[in-house]
């Protein structure tokens, strides 16, 4: 089984897909990686030999932020704009996107879904 960054990689899928399990890399980053150190993108994870997974771990270790790092690069970074009080952190404060979404009908995601309205009359029993 390999392991790079405290992630288990699976077993049965393709070395490029199963790269995209750790945070922080997607799929142009994975096919990347893989053409730096001529692995096949096609080879399964199960496939491998300790050389390539040592070799990818270390290019992992030495260029890219990935996993814990990379959270706590976000976390800090999110803080800092709430604490400049800029519009970003503001709507991060009061949790509204921020990239100039309309919230009227949508924003589902960040405001959460609506209660029914609170004290509504229903209609009498005829």
């Given amino acids: 089984m390999a392991r790079i960054a405290g992630i288990d990689l699976p077993k049965q899928k393709r070395i490029e897909i199963a790269l995209t399990y750790i945070y922080g890399i997607g799929l142009s980053r994975s096919k990347y990686i893989l053409k730096k150190i001529q692995i ?4 399964q994870v199960i496939n491998l030999n300790d050389d390539d997974i040592t070799s990818i771990r270390n290019i992992l270790d030495t260029e890219y932020v990935i996993e814990g ?6 976390s800090i970074n999110i803080k800092r704009l709430m604490e400049i009080n800029s519009y970003k952190g503001k ?15 949508n924003a ?17 029993k005829k």
């Fill in 108 to 124: 589902r995601t960040r405001r959460g879904i609506k209660k029914t309205m609170a004290g509504k009359k229903k209609a009498p």
């Fill in 91 to 105: 709507r991060h404060r009061i949790g509204l996107p921020l990239r100039g979404q309309r919230t009227r009908t």
């Fill in 69 to 74: 790092d990379l959270r706590r690069l976000q």
């Fill in 40 to 43: 096949n993108p096609n080879r």
